[in-house]
């Protein structure tokens, strides 16, 4: 409230437990992509594992969804900070990569399986492939971890989301032509798939079609119904 009333407008107060997959879902949707968390620094140290257990549980492996990290000086939250120091202070604090940020936080005997698994969504959520590979290398020098086990894991990860939405959407094509193939009602099976089609991208955060893009793939599977041979032949049960 403090920092809207003193001119800073895109910003709001979230609570580590209240916050879920749907904000990002949200943020998504408003083509919102470059984010900055700022953690109390007046209470003992929480605030910077709840900005943690944000990054590790929310943020990370959210594609092109750029996060920045802004410390306070110590026993200040972003209020008092405000007050005291003025708003033009608190935008000049500075914007820590999330990636260096996060990788800080591990003790040096911490868990190289446990570490990487952490680390390795963050870096999927860089868009240039270059600092993609700068940040792999960044991560195998300090975990010892070969380079090569860590690209194949981001690899995965990058691939991971649009191969199981591609085989659900394609699955429901396929139950589409099967109901139009067996005489449903064209309307009312396009309609449901369409819904179904926006459901299952919805669920795994990309973003939603566009009346356009759905209105290209009706057409697309009315223009197959309606060029199939009379009868069944040639399609299969």
Not at 14 to 26: D, K, S
Not at 224 to 229: A, G, I, M, N, V
């Amino acid at each position: 409230v403090t920092a809207y009333h003193r001119g800073l407008k895109n910003t709001v107060a979230i609570g580590g437990v209240e916050f879920t997959l749907g904000h990002i879902a949200t943020l998504k949707r408003l083509n919102i992509k470059n984010i900055c968390l700022c953690f109390d620094t007046d209470d003992g140290g929480t605030g910077k594992i709840k900005t943690e257990q944000l990054l590790d549980k929310f943020f990370s492996g959210q594609e092109d969804l750029m996060v920045k990290i802004i410390e306070l000086p110590n026993d200040y939250d972003p209020d008092s900070y405000i007050r005291t120091e003025g708003i033009e202070a608190f935008n000049k604090l500075p914007r820590l990569d999330a990636f260096e940020w996060r990788l800080k936080q591990f003790p040096y005997d911490a868990d190289t399986r446990e570490l990487c698994d952490k680390m390795i969504p963050l870096i999927v959520n860089e868009p240039n492939n270059i600092q993609r590979e700068n940040m792999c290398k960044q991560l195998a020098g300090h975990t010892q971890v070969r380079l090569k086990a860590i690209q194949k894991e981001l690899d995965a990860l990058l691939d991971r989301d649009g191969t199981q939405r591609k085989k659900l959407i394609d699955d429901r094509i396929r139950q589409t032509i099967s109901e139009l193939k067996y005489g449903g009602d064209v309307v009312p099976v396009l309609e449901a798939a369409a819904e179904d089609v926006r459901q299952i991208d919805n669920e795994h955060l990309g973003d939603v079609y566009s009346a356009k893009e759905t209105l290209s793939c009706v057409e697309k599977t009315i223009s197959c119904f309606e060029s199939r041979p009379k009868g069944l032949i040639g399609w299969k049960s």
